[in-house]
């Protein structure tokens, strides 16, 4: 009789970066938004993104998630090199393997909370009947059933970005991108998201790379990579949170 050898626990990588540079207006004064950033993301970490501003935070998600190319470099999702991948596959890859939450909502205005949490598996062509089910144990999972039929002008911030998170994960990306998610947050609205976010990392395994200012939200990554003028200077877990887990530095 054969037997399947099953290891109890998976390390899988997600995200790998190789060299990765952009490089805007190279013809007259160039800015290297990011300069050769090697990144090694592992399925269900909470990473946090910081640096000052302009040290290329959004430019570096961009590029994880498609939204824009390398000039230098090979980004490798999940094994897959989607630098490789032509426009049209690259929009497919995008709507099947990355949750992407913005800064900004980026809500359908005409649509309740439960269609706009369905949006993007309704593109992915998923059943009616998967769809709701899926959205409403999502809403019950991050309080928000008694919203679903609101519109997003009839919620709070907090709620919008609920919904957008919601949005994200639906439809069970590799992994969720979000840019300052909470940005236009009060804090108690800020908190509620991050323990959202938390609890979703958890009970599914879900990964999350997000940017942030905030050191209240800093504090609560398991892991905080810091960006200088597009380069990574440190690689580390918060003190506060797990001083343990030092993930070494991998390049200078
Ligand atoms: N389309 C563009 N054309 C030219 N330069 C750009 C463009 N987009 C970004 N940059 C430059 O690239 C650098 C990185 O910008 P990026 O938006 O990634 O920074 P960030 O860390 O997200 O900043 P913030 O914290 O303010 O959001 C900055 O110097 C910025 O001016
Ligand atoms: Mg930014």
């Known amino acids: 009789m054969l037997y399947e050898f ?9 995200i790998d970066t190789h060299n ?16 050769d950033v090697h990144l090694h993301i592992e399925r269900g970490e909470f990473t946090a993104l ?26 490798f999702i ?7 991948l032509s426009a049209n596959e690259l929009i497919r890859f995008r709507l099947h393997n990355i949750g992407f939450v913005f800064q900004s909502y980026n809500l359908i205005p005409v649509l309740t909370a439960k269609e706009n949490a369905e949006f993007i598996m309704l593109l ?33 911030g907090g709620q919008q970005q609920r919904v957008a998170v919601a949005r994200a994960l639906a439809s069970k990306p590799q992994f969720v991108l979000a840019d300052e998610p909470t940005a ?18 958890r009970e599914e395994n879900m990964t999350f790379l997000f940017s942030t200012h905030d050191q209240r939200v800093i504090e609560r990554a398991r892991r905080v990579i810091t960006l200088v003028d597009g380069k990574i200077t440190s690689d580390t877990a918060p003190a506060a949170v797990n001083t343990s887990h030092t993930v070494p530095l991998q390049q200078s």
């Open 50 to 75: 910081v640096g000052p501003s302009g040290s290329g935070k959004t430019t570096l998600l961009n590029l994880i998630g498609g939204l824009d190319r390398p000039d230098k470099g090979n980004i």
């Open 184 to 201: 236009n947050l009060d804090s108690k609205s800020a908190f509620n998201l991050l323990d959202i976010m938390a609890l979703l990392n």
């Open 124 to 156: 992915q062509g998923k059943r009616k009947k998967e769809r709701e089910q899926r959205v409403m144990q999502l809403f019950r999972q991050i309080g928000l059933e008694e919203k679903w039929n609101s519109r997003p002008s009839q919620l709070s």
């Open 78 to 84: 999940n094994g897959e090199d989607i630098t490789q």
């Open 20 to 35: 990765i540079s952009k490089i805007y207006n190279p013809t007259t004064i160039p800015v290297y938004a990011i300069n």
């Open 6 to 14: 099953k290891p109890v626990v998976m390390i899988q990588t997600v």
